[in-house]
């Protein structure tokens, strides 16, 4: 944006989902570095959950569905990740960020928020 008075009207956000110290990864554990997000004081989205094996991750995924209208911002999916950093590296980047996981699309149009 060009004009910074347009992006300075704009109610801008985020969530921190990494964690870097001197371009490295810190932790063993994905898990760990969203932890570490939030004991830093850095807006990290307490939506995650660990999931041990297909099933519960299917049915995080299938929870999320009735769950995806309360939210104060808009989502049209879940990310699934590769909790171990050791495997996100060997699985590489692509040039939106780590190759680390895949986004399951929730059914329904996305809402728009005010």
């Known amino acids: 944006m060009l004009d910074s008075a347009v992006t300075a009207s704009r109610r801008l956000d985020f969530f921190a ?3 870097y110290v001197g371009g490295k990864v810190p932790f063993a554990k994905h898990s760990d570095s969203l932890e570490a997000l939030g004991q830093l004081k850095f ?6 959950k660990l999931c041990d094996g297909i099933e519960k991750v299917i049915a995080y995924c299938e929870a999320w569905e009735g769950k995806r209208e309360k939210l ?3 989502i ?4 699934i990740k590769v909790n171990a950093t050791a495997i996100q ?3 590489g980047f ?3 960020g780590p ?3 895949s986004r399951v699309q929730i ?3 996305a809402r728009k928020l005010p």
Not at 76 to 79: E, K, L, P, T
């Open 72 to 74: 104060p911002y808009e």
């Open 43 to 48: 807006r990290a989205n307490e939506n995650w």
């Open 89 to 91: 590296n060997e699985l």
């Open 76 to 79: 049209d999916g879940v990310v």
């Open 17 to 19: 989902y990494y964690l």
């Open 94 to 96: 692509h040039r939106q």
């Open 99 to 101: 190759a680390l996981g």
């Open 107 to 109: 059914s329904g149009p």
